[in-house]
């Protein structure tokens, strides 16, 4: 095989990045689960905290390879990779642009945090790029977006934001979690860093907790040398695990996402259901944008019922899909934004941003959509008042 030959998507997920066993022949990676290597007489010194360990090493080739990045890192949760990747580039008296709806966590940490360090924060109105144009200041230094965003499905313009960001010499990262690296990749709209938590579809089968970070060599070495002293380090033993999701990533998306259109499509014409939130219908209106924009619209969406269905009693009545916090397994899932993902927010808070008492999030598993059907008509059969 051609060394610069590019390969295909499912045999970029099973072979880039894989730890060789040269002892053995081992068809699957070995876990090197050592804290401690040599120090004299080696080309590189190993340990956990500098994220280089062998493992740690090929992981972040294969995720890069996914995002079309030069480098990468993993981390033991998104709100780490996150945090690191924010704390890396911004210091006091220095400001962000935040994107109004965002993952919950994330919001709640720069709330919290910022003001601690001396760090000017401003979050737009929408996901509009003139919202982020009037809050520019000289001492703006990141714009950063979440797109599809949690949990209504929002799109911004990366092209765009890219753009504005460069006119300003601003840095730009995007939180990719929903759509993963199989439906967008936004290098390719020229965002500059690309956060996940990889806990969602890299995982993939609820079991592990992970974040990501995918961009640059230059600004993945800058994330580094904070990342080191925040001490966000992934073990060994998830990041195996992490590199087994990975394998079947696309496999895995791609059915989801062809299940999640299947399924706001039902919804959208039940009687019982007032809204859908999901890109790849064509009454979203950014329909057109994520279009252009995404290799697929994902498997994530979220609706809110008609008046009279309790979204608690519905939940709760569900057989197979599960009501749980997370999202992005094989198993289809639901969720109260407003007691989970968005619970530290104020009632205000979350209006603003329209996440309704009501909204119940919806992951969509890799299940035949008949048997979701049944089983969403069947809860609410026992949810109308």
């Not at 703006?140 to 949690?150: F, G, H, M, Q």
Request: with cysteine.
């Amino acid at each position: 095989m051609k060394k610069n030959k590019k390969l295909g998507i499912n045999t970029t997920c099973v072979h880039v990045g894989e730890v060789k066993d040269e002892q053995f022949k081992g068809a699957v990676s070995p876990i090197y689960m050592s804290t401690s290597y040599a120090f004299d007489n080696v080309d590189v010194k190993r340990y956990p905290r500098y994220y280089n360990t062998p493992n740690q090493e090929m992981l972040h080739k294969k995720i890069a390879a996914l995002e079309k990045t030069e480098d990468a890192l993993v981390f033991t949760s998104g709100m780490a990779a996150i945090s690191s990747a924010l704390m890396a580039f911004l210091q006091k008296g220095d400001h962000v642009i935040v994107q109004q709806v965002i993952y919950g966590g994330t919001y709640n940490f720069i709330v919290s945090e910022f003001d601690k360090y001396g760090i000017e924060y401003s979050f737009t109105e929408s996901d509009k790029v003139d919202d982020f144009k009037s809050l520019i200041k000289e001492n703006t230094k990141i714009l950063y977006i979440e797109t599809p965003s949690n949990p209504l499905l929002g799109i911004t313009d990366m092209q765009a934001i890219s753009s504005l960001a460069k006119e300003h010499d601003i840095l730009t990262m995007i939180d990719n979690t929903f759509a993963s690296p199989i439906n967008q990749n936004p290098v390719d709209f020229g965002i500059d860093i690309v956060l996940h938590s990889a806990t969602k579809y890299m995982g993939g089968h609820s079991d592990i907790s992970a974040g990501a970070i995918a961009a640059s060599k230059n600004h993945i070495e800058k994330i580094w040398q904070t990342a080191i002293n925040f001490g966000g380090n992934l073990s060994d033993q998830t990041v195996w695990l992490l590199e087994r999701s990975l394998k079947t990533l696309n496999l895995r998306v791609t059915a989801q996402t062809k299940n999640a259109q299947t399924m706001a499509e039902y919804l959208e014409q039940s009687n019982d259901i007032d809204t859908v939130y999901y890109p790849g219908l064509k009454s979203h209106p950014q329909y057109a944008l994520a279009k252009k924009q995404m290799k697929g619209f994902g498997a994530m969406l979220s609706f809110e019922l008609e008046e009279g269905i309790n979204p608690m009693i519905f939940q709760n009545n569900l057989q197979l899909i599960k009501p749980s916090m997370s999202l992005a397994g094989l198993e289809s899932t639901t969720v109260s934004p407003t007691q989970t993902t968005h619970a530290l927010l104020s009632e205000k808070e979350r209006l603003e941003r329209g996440i309704k008492e009501g909204l119940i999030r919806f992951s969509v598993g890799i299940e035949e959509p008949e048997d979701l059907i049944e089983d969403i008509e069947q809860a609410i059969k026992k949810a109308k008042h």
